[in-house]
């Protein structure tokens, strides 16, 4: 390719990393950053030159343990993709990022360092947080909501009163209009107008309503069952206006004095709205407020514009009672509205949040879900609700004890708890709350499920990188002070042995072996800290575990231990033979000491989804359950003095580096079973 | 044959020195960087073992070192702390983790004179 060419397309990639938005940094080996994009800089607060030639400057005190250990695994070539953690910017502010590493190398495919980009995902997080939190507040909305169901609607209830007031056979006025107060923005609204825009209009509808011969109660029915439209002159006119409760007219007088005014002459009262007088051009008026539970809701406007009938006394007292029968209604079709909206707001919310979230009564039915339910059980929504929420969640056919909403069920308080969901493959960090009706009756509860599963994976490495990078820097000493005087001894040992007779030489021969045993302990100990590095290659998984049972035959013969092999894996997986040879050891040594004398062990291996299992099942003294969560702990060990405890801890880790999982059942006097599961497929 | 020692642990130097004249080499020691780079040029070695960790420089520096004098000499890593998967190891022919028992190391001495 052209030299120029080259420079050209290089420059560019330059440019484009230099100014994309996600902080792009690349660092050596050492963590010392070599690169340093301008979404850094603003991410993290560091110039590039203040970031370059540093240790990765935007990770915090605490985890640089642990971003050792990852550069550590970069370097054996590992990826890790959309990876949540912790950083930590210039002016100390913690944020929550999401990142993804991956090895950068040489001309020569060498690894030479790494690349990270990240991205800020601390406004994710909080949304998160926020809407846990507002799980309860919502859940009592979601009551509401229900019970009101069913109710008119606002638009067509008001509808109805203006047309009662405006009707001859109602309340007779000629234009009605109705306001509402918007208690957050301190004002008057208009909400809907009725009445003719004009006289010749006017005089039209009088002549065709009484040909008609419509009763108030026809029209009543006709606007419940027809077409709800706000698109006449007094609709558009009223839905514009907007009064400040803070100005001084009649109608906010209205609503502050919670009192009826008759204007019969406008010219004659100055606080008459501007709006009334110009774009409705009244000559006389009358407002009545609605008070629904002592509360102002709104005013009703009414005048004579077309007739010019005077607005008497006794109009007003129907005015006013019937606005006192109206009010109480408006405000709870009002509420409804509220609700209505907010439940279509929660609904959205509901399904925007990747956590699922579901309620369910008393009785364990749900009766509602959002999107991630679904998707995360891979059905409809028709498919789930209804169903009992222990069917469906765990897979069975009662309760589970450890429940948050069986537990909130028996004691109607809110529960919040971990529980790991085999039917869904994933540990949960559950929230329940409890549901009252009005009556304080417990109803069911409103849950919000997370999937913790990566989560507490990532806490468990972090965890063991700390613990790690701790004993790294013991052990390094302890090779270097311990093991040369070790050699020492051993080696000289070995020397008397050769050169002595009888109980000298005796005794030479017991240093020797002593010493030989210390060195293998610490081998084991500095193999542990150090981690394994894989040479992979393929190798037939029957044959591998032959080879196992090989070596222990003289063992096993020795304890007249049976062993019976089952090889059905026939096929190849790509491994280190050395460190899978060891994991396997170590278990079927396990296996071999929790016999003790006189036992069977089956080893058996199988293909499972894409996996090469190795069982291995004993007839030992098994484990109990407090102990299993230990086993593979480092420097966990019942086996007594003169064992480090690391063979299964050895066995765990390098089975996770090829990416498999090693699963233990056992059951106290009956025995355990360890099986190993080697992917066929590895995943680089 | 000869044999280059390069240890600064004065018993291990020792040690390997008496196992491996019984063998029928001849050994030579060094005690840090500047004894072993000077044994190096004027013994002129058929092998080195190599400590990584010497008082003066690092073992890897001297393995660079005595590579680019005479990259086919046959150089074995012979160290306390396992550096098994530090790269730069892999430049040198062989690995081993000092042990009281000599065996592997002879036998990989013995391999390695052979293929030469």
Not at chain 1, 298 to 310: K, Q, S, T, Y
Not at chain 2, 6 to 11: E, K, P, S
Not at chain 2, 63 to 74: N, T, V
Request: proline share 3%.
């Amino acid at each position: 390719m052209d030299h120029s060419l080259v420079t050209e397309i290089r420059q560019n990639l330059e440019s484009i990393i230099e100014n994309f938005p996600d902080a792009i940094v690349t660092f050596d080996l050492d963590g010392v950053v070599t690169s340093w994009n301008r979404g850094a800089e603003e991410m993290y607060g560091f110039t590039k030159a203040e970031a370059m030639g540093r240790f990765l400057p935007f990770v915090p005190g605490f985890l640089v343990d642990a971003e050792r250990e990852k550069i550590g695994r970069i370097r054996n070539g590992e990826v890790f993709k959309d990876y949540e953690t912790i950083r930590q910017k210039k002016d100390g502010a913690i944020l929550d990022a999401s990142l993804t590493l991956s090895p950068l190398k040489d001309t020569e495919e060498r690894i030479v360092g790494a690349i990270c980009i990240s991205r800020d995902i601390s406004d994710k997080k909080r949304i998160e947080k926020e809407l846990v939190r507002r799980n309860q507040e919502l859940s009592r909305l979601f009551f509401i909501s229900s019970a009101m169901r069913g109710t008119v609607k606002l638009g067509r209830l008001l509808r109805m009163i203006l047309t009662a007031v405006t009707m001859s056979d109602g309340l007779g006025f000629n234009r009605a209009i109705l306001f509402l107060v918007d208690e957050n923005r301190g004002s008057l609204k208009g909400a809907m107008g009725v009445g003719p825009a004009s006289s010749e209009e006017a005089f039209q509808i009088w002549s065709r309503l009484s040909l008609e011969r419509k009763t108030l109660s026809d029209i009543m029915h006709d606007i419940e069952t027809g077409p709800l439209r706000k698109d006449s002159f007094l609709d558009k006119l009223t839905l514009s206006i907007e009064i400040s409760l803070s100005e001084d007219t009649i109608l906010t007088r209205a609503v502050k004095e919670r009192r009826s005014f008759n204007i019969q002459d406008v010219k004659a009262e100055p606080l008459s709205d501007f709006i009334l007088t110009q774009q409705l051009s009244t000559q006389a008026y009358a407002v009545a407020p609605l008070i629904s539970r002592d509360k102002v809701i709104g005013i009703i406007w009414v005048d004579n514009h077309f007739n010019r009938r005077p607005i008497l006394d006794e109009d007003m007292r129907f005015l006013s009672s019937f606005s006192n029968q109206v009010a109480s209604v408006v405000e709870s079709a009002g509420l409804f509205e509220q609700v209505a909206l907010a439940e279509q707001e929660m609904k959205n919310i509901f399904d925007s949040i990747s956590d699922m979230v579901f309620s369910s009564t008393k009785d364990y039915v749900l009766t509602k879900i959002n999107r991630a339910v679904s998707e995360k059980l891979g059905k409809p929504a028709e498919e789930i609700i209804g169903k009992k929420c222990y069917e469906v969640f765990h897979g069975r056919n009662e309760p589970r004890r450890k429940c948050p909403h069986h537990k909130t069920v028996r004691t109607g308080k809110p529960y919040v708890g971990e529980l790991d969901e085999p039917h869904l493959g994933g540990t949960f960090l559950t929230s329940s709350s409890p549901i009252f009706d009005s009556a304080g009756e417990f109803i069911g509860t409103v849950h919000v499920a997370r999937d913790i599963t990566e989560i507490k994976k990532l806490e468990k490495q972090l965890i063991m990188a700390q613990r790690m990078a701790a004993l790294g820097e013991v052990a390094a000493r302890v090779a270097h002070d311990i093991r040369n005087p070790l050699v020492s001894i051993g080696g000289f040992a070995r020397r008397l042995e050769k050169h002595l007779e009888g109980n000298l030489k005796e005794y030479a021969t017991i240093i020797a072996r002593e010493v030989a045993g210390l060195e293998k302990i610490l081998s084991e100990i500095l193999a542990y800290v150090r981690g394994v590095s894989l040479e992979k290659r393929m190798v037939n998984v029957d044959s591998l575990v032959e080879e196992v049972a090989g070596v222990m035959k003289s063992e096993l013969d020795e304890k007249q231990i049976i062993l019976v092999k089952s090889l059905n894996a026939l096929s190849e997986v790509s491994m280190d033979p050395g460190n899978v040879r060891e994991a396997l050891l170590n278990i079927l040594s396990n296996a071999i000491h929790a016999i003790g004398r006189d036992g069977t062990i089956i080893v058996k291996t199988a293909i499972e989804n894409n996996y090469a299992v190795i069982e291995i099942k004993d007839t030992g003294c098994g484990i109990s359950e407090e102990i299993l969560q230990f086993i593979f702990d480092p420097f966990f060990t019942t086996k007594g003095s003169g064992n480090t405890g690391l063979g299964l801890t050895i066995s765990h880790k390098i089975i996770e580096q090829h990416n498999g999982r090693i699963e233990v059942e056992s059951k106290p006097h009956e025995g355990s079973t360890f099986k190993v599961f080697l992917p066929l497929e590895s995943e680089e | 044959m000869k044999i280059l020692v390069v240890d600064d642990d004065l018993h291990i130097q020792r040690l390997y020195k008496e196992e491996l004249t019984e063998e029928g080499y001849e050994v030579v020691v060094a005690a840090n960087g500047v004894e072993a780079m000077e044994m190096f040029e004027s013994e002129n070695p058929d092998i080195v073992t190599l400590d990584i960790r010497l008082p003066d420089v690092d073992g890897i520096h001297l393995l660079r070192q005595m590579k680019e004098k005479k990259p086919k000499l046959p150089i074995i890593m012979s160290t306390a702390y396992d550096y098994r998967d530090d790269f730069s190891v892999w430049a040198s022919e062989a690995y081993i983790v000092k042990s009281s028992d000599l065996g592997e190391l002879k036998s990989m001495i013995k391999r390695l004179l052979v293929k030469e």
